[in-house]
């Protein structure tokens, strides 16, 4: 048995959990941009209440231990809950709980150009709601016990034209007002605000850039390379905010420099996407 076989056996035993409806692998797995020794993602959806006991009775037959399953709502308000399982093989699987209903709601925002953000561990530069809807549409459904995630899948295929607006034109306005906020840090050497500032602007930039394109954006990770490889980016715009970031300065003429070059990026990122 190959590794996604692996994998669709064990969605294939999640779904006969009392609440699970379906199960998604995500990830660098699902979209093909894994290394050898990427963890595995697996969307765990659920509907109603969901019986963790059963689940970690699961997650103890796979890994051959005892697993403690983080019930809704135990990882945070958008990550949600989930479990860190560590197979025979030292493979590593991360399950992730998604209340479908939940998903649905988020989708129906999105569609309407309605989107949020909320702090969470794991997301330095906080959750995207159209993270969500963006799960479905890149992962891959290994089990479905209806065909509901298999639909929806079809559905957020196509980025809604109201989200690549408000959320493009959003991220740029945050984005320039974080670098802003940074200039009043400049003055006191105060690096810590500074940095924050900046890396907030950057990372908007990044989903100004993926929302323009009609591209979802899940998380930080690698999104600052996806973003300089896209259409409408300007050019070198991954090394120059990696000089950014990674040359910020402690002096106040430092962090001059640095918060001149932020606020050119805002400019030539805004330029580019014709806002």
């Given at each position: ?13 999640a779904?006969?959990?009392p ?7 995500g ?14 993602d ?17 997650a ?30 030292g ?82 306005w ?30 908007d ?36 905010a ?34």
């Amino acid at each position: 048995m190959d590794d996604l076989q692996r994998m669709t056996d064990i969605a294939s035993r999640a779904v006969r959990v009392p609440g699970v409806v379906g199960v998604m692998l995500g990830g660098s797995r699902a979209r093909g941009t894994h290394r050898a020794d990427s963890d595995w993602d697996l969307g765990v959806y659920y509907r109603g209440e969901l019986d963790l006991a059963a689940l970690e009775s699961l997650a103890a037959a796979v890994t051959g231990g005892p697993v403690e399953v983080f019930g809704p709502g135990g990882w945070g308000a958008w990550v949600n809950g989930g479990a860190w399982l560590v197979l025979p093989d030292g493979s590593h699987v991360d399950w992730i709980l998604r209340d479908v209903d939940r998903v649905r709601r988020v989708w129906q925002e999105c569609r309407a150009g309605r989107y949020e953000t909320g702090m969470q561990a794991g997301h330095p530069l906080g959750f995207w709601s159209p993270a969500y809807p963006g799960e479905v549409a890149l992962g891959q459904v290994l089990a479905d016990t209806d065909g509901e995630l298999a639909r929806l899948k079809e559905e957020t295929r196509h980025y809604p034209e109201a989200l690549r607006t408000s959320l493009s034109g959003g991220a740029l306005w945050d984005a320039g007002f974080s670098a802003s906020m940074a200039a009043k840090s400049c003055g006191s050497g105060d690096v810590l605000h500074a940095s924050l500032c900046l890396s907030r602007a950057v990372g908007d930039l990044v989903q100004a850039l993926h929302a323009h394109h009609g591209i979802w954006c899940l998380n930080e990770k690698g999104a600052l390379a996806a973003a300089a490889a896209l259409r409408a980016t300007p050019p070198g715009f991954a090394a120059r905010a990696t000089t950014l970031l990674g040359q910020l300065g402690g002096t106040p003429e430092e962090l001059r420099r640095s918060l001149t070059e932020a606020e050119r990026l805002v400019a030539d990122v805004r330029a580019a996407v014709g806002d």
